[in-house]
């Protein structure tokens, strides 16, 4: 009987190490066992802690500027590379140079690994919220800085400063090395840049432009009103453009700024030790050559002529949006474009020249004189007032030249004035080259020069049809269409000798602002300037065309019934500007007829011009150059990049606020947020890696896989099992 009872007892004794012992084992077992992860990562809403990436890497060696592959503990090589990403918002800046880069899941339950845009904020350590949208995912906001749409504020980003279109996901970043990639945020801001040359000689003069972002025409543009830095010189202007004599070969340090605006990144131009040749080459009696001196205009004057005329132009404006008639509006609206002023912004109280230019219809009978040219000329000046080239305006336009304009082997009219112009248009509205009226027009015009360099107007020489049909040819040119560099060298050899001593073109001894206009074009479309074509009397065609404008802004003709010179006058501000056909504004987003206008220009009527940078030889600051600071900025040091790829940010308080207006974006060009349902929106912080190949190691803690759970419920039904039989056995035992 007391054996029974031991025996019991002993039973009942495994039912307690069973109860014990199997859910560890379970557990053990359940974590032993591989598992491949296939449900959405877990998504971590708070801030992230320092140092905890899920990323191994084998090797500590800072990373270099070459692009690696980072093998994780599981030997999964990923690839890698290296950026600069710089977020920004008016309160403060983020800034992590050389940012390692790690390729991670294409969108947050993504199998799919690839290395995109959304990596490099991801792993930063930044806090960010996401929305999806099938596979693309757009930025929500970033520490506190969250999208107001209703406020039209919210995140936008560059890559090298060309304005990203697409979901950050969706662009990848290259593993060739050495390449830079630069991306920037932007919140409540929009960037500047600097235009000029890298390539400079003592000597001569170079141009030097700050543009800014413009969001609702989504292109860059001058940055009017804006202050350049010129080693210890600081510059402000209207324009936005500054021509600076090189006279030594110190290094240039430039630096642009504008309140509102992120400032620019330095740049250091170091001009070359070959001067431009100073030697007179002889020349008949009446021509250039090139002396290589100053220029013998400043660039105030230049500015100056060209306001007068575009003043002269607006006040001409008829009350239906017209300057005189349609031929004058496309001119007109060339002008103004060259200016970077949309045509939008040349406007009467009730109508802008945009808005004649966009109901006015061509047909064969608005020009009797020749329609071809009315229909390629009507094109150029739609794209120079910020018509698409998709417009329906413009492809009937098209359309027509390619029906109505050729025939028999011939373009248009006899001459070449036809092919100049449908030449220019059709390439400009991405005709193919390849096309029989494209190869008939650029024929036409290399047959048609003479053996002195000249080309003609049906047979006549003259400057003016020379100085079109190298800005054609060269046009042309950019598009790969051949044109033999001895065509080019022959027509300026004509125009070299054709040259009057006052520096233009013209008849006898006196040049004629528009026969000068037109050679302008051609020697603008193959970069050259005053220093090229300055005469030994130090004139050239920019001085000829500036000291012949009349005080009200015009160039008169006696043969005008009003005294006007019509033809001079609308074709003068693009060949001031240095300037060529054809002149082509990004295409904006346009307000209904009577609106208050929208590209963000506005038409100065003040004959007023800021001096903007004198001929003197620019000192060179030692140490750094001051500037006025935008934003605060947290520089952020990549330090253990390789080891640890995201790291926590404390915002500081902002030392500097900018009151300037926010940057607006019309709704329109948020078509992927205003049209689509988000299917599913993501908070993560930067500092989580969603990378499904690289979370192997998975903490204790971590929610039970569906393999665990399943080894759970078997070894609970064997224990259950083994417990009933205990339990018997055991009474079974004590009741013997």
């Known amino acids: 009987m007391l054996k029974n009872k031991l025996n019991g007892l002993k039973y009942l004794v495994i039912l307690g190490a069973l109860l014990w012992f199997l859910p560890a084992l379970a557990d053990e077992t359940a974590s032993s066992t591989p598992d491949t992860v296939t449900s959405t990562p877990e998504i971590v809403t708070s801030t992230p802690d320092m140092a905890t990436s899920t990323v191994e890497i084998t090797s500590s060696t800072p990373p270099s500027d070459e692009s690696t592959s980072t093998t994780t503990e599981s030997n999964i090589e990923l690839a890698t590379t290296s950026i600069n990403l710089t977020v920004a918002t008016s309160q403060e800046t983020f800034s992590f140079p050389n940012l390692l880069v790690t390729e991670c899941p294409e969108t947050n339950d993504s199998p799919t690994t690839t290395l995109n845009a959304r990596c490099a904020l991801l792993q930063s350590g930044l806090s960010t919220t996401w929305s999806a949208y099938g596979n693309m995912l757009f930025l929500d906001s970033v520490n506190s800085y969250i999208n107001d749409w209703a406020a039209s504020t919210f995140w936008n980003w560059f890559f090298n400063l ?21 991306i920037l945020l932007t919140y409540d801001l929009a960037p500047l840049k600097i235009n000029a040359s890298s390539t400079l000689e003592i000597g001569t003069t170079t141009t030097v432009s700050i543009e800014e972002f413009n969001f609702i025409q989504a292109a860059w543009k ?178 027509k030249i390619k029906t109505e304009c050729l025939n028999n082997g011939t373009v248009g009219q006899a001459g070449i004035n036809d092919d100049i112009f449908i030449l220019m248009a059709l390439l400009a509205t991405n005709e193919s080259t390849n096309s029989e009226i494209v190869q008939t027009s650029v024929n036409a015009i290399k047959t048609d020069q003479q053996e002195s360099g000249a080309f003609t107007w049906n047979g006549w020489v003259g400057q003016d049809a020379t100085g079109a049909a190298i800005n054609a040819l060269k046009y042309a040119s950019t598009f790969g269409i051949i044109v033999d560099d001895l065509i080019f060298q022959k027509a300026k050899s004509y125009l070299h000798s054709t040259q009057l001593t006052d520096g233009g073109w013209g008849f006898d001894t006196t040049s004629d602002p528009n026969l000068t206009s037109w050679a302008m074009y051609g020697i603008n479309a193959l970069g050259e300037g005053q220093t090229q074509w300055t005469t030994s009397g130090n004139q050239n065609p920019w001085t000829a065309l500036v000291s012949k404008l009349d005080n009200a802004g015009h160039y008169t003709s006696p043969w005008s019934a009003d005294g006007i010179d019509w033809f001079a006058t609308k074709h003068a501000v693009p060949a001031l500007l240095s300037k060529s056909w054809p002149i082509i504004l990004a295409p904006i987003t346009q307000p209904s007829s009577g609106g208050s206008g929208g590209s963000g220009v506005t038409l100065s009527t003040s004959t007023e011009v800021v001096s903007i940078i004198t001929t003197t030889t620019l000192s060179v600051v030692t140490g750094t150059l001051s500037v006025p600071p935008i934003s605060t900025s947290t520089n952020i040091e990549n330090e253990n990049a390789g080891q640890i790829l995201g790291m926590r940010i404390e915002n500081e308080e902002p030392q500097i606020k900018i009151t300037g207006e926010k940057i607006v974006k019309p709704k329109a060009a948020i078509k992927i947020a205003t049209n689509l349902e988000p299917t599913t929106t993501l908070s993560t912080n930067d500092n989580q890696k969603t990378d499904e190949k690289t979370e192997l190691k998975q903490e204790k803690n971590s929610t039970d896989s569906p393999a665990r759970e399943m080894i759970k419920k078997l070894l609970a039904i064997c224990l259950m099992s083994a417990s009933a039989i205990a339990i018997y056995l055991g009474f079974k035992s004590i009741t013997k």
């Not at 004599?245 to 131009?269: A, D, Y």
């Not at 050559?289 to 100053?294: K, M």
């Open 162 to 182: 060309e304005y990203g279109q697409t979901a950050l996901n969706q662009f990848s970043l290259t593993t060739t090395p050495n390449t830079n990639q630069d």
């Open 222 to 399: 001058p940055a009017t009103s804006s202050t350049i830095y010129i080693n210890s010189s600081s510059f402000s202007n209207e324009t936005g453009t500054y021509y600076l004599f090189v006279s030594s070969t110190e290094p240039i340090i430039i630096l642009g700024t504008k309140p509102g605006f992120i400032t620019t990144e330095p740049i250091t131009l170091v001009p070359t030790t070959t001067p431009v040749s100073t030697s007179t080459t002889e020349q008949p009696s009446n021509s250039g050559g090139g002396s290589g001196t100053a220029p013998a205009i400043r660039t105030t004057e230049i500015n100056n002529a060209v306001q007068k005329i575009l003043n002269f132009l607006k006040s001409k404006q008829l009350n239906d949006g017209s300057i005189v008639d349609l031929q004058m509006s496309d001119w007109t609206a060339m002008a103004f474009g060259a200016n970077g002023t949309y045509a939008q912004d040349v406007r009467t109280s009730t109508f802008s020249l945009y808005d004649y230019l966009k109901v006015t219809i061509v047909t064969s009978t608005t020009d009797t004189l020749n329609k071809c040219t009315e229909y390629s000329r009507h094109i150029l000046g739609l794209l120079s007032s910020g018509f698409s080239k998709t417009n329906t305006q413009i492809i009937d336009l098209k359309n």
